[in-house]
Nanobody, 121 residues
């Protein structure tokens, strides 16, 4: 089991920045990968950025250059720095952890409760 707690969401104006943070109950470097997803009202949850246990990162194309995912070993957190925010970035942002479960023989996903990001025009 992995418990995830997000923080850092809020209201920001267009063009502003926010830094989201996700605290994990287990060593983040022991997990297969961690990621940030978002879900806007009436839309499906979508991947924003992902970082693997080896530190490889992936970003969704339409956000490249505006977001950066990183890990902090001392705080055991994963952060998402978001810049040049737009109203269409308004969504609930969720932290995700993927871990191998030997009992079920597959990867298991864990989710935080989400943090609201609202970008005003």
């Amino acid at each position: 089991q992995v418990q995830l707690v997000e923080s850092g969401g809020g209201l920001v104006q267009t063009g502003g920045s926010l830094r989201l943070s996700c605290a994990a109950s287990r060593n983040i470097f022991s997990l297969n990968a961690m990621a940030w997803y978002r879900q806007a009202p009436g839309k499906q949850r979508e991947l924003v950025a992902r970082i693997t246990s080896r530190g490889s990162t992936d970003y969704v194309d339409f956000l490249k250059g505006r977001v950066t995912i990183s890990r902090n070993a001392g705080e055991n957190t994963v952060s998402l720095q978001m810049n040049s925010l737009k109203p269409e970035d308004t969504a609930v942002y969720y932290c995700n952890a993927q871990d191998w479960n030997s009992y079920v023989g597959s990867y298991v996903d864990y989710w935080g409760q989400g943090t609201q990001v609202t970008v005003s025009s």
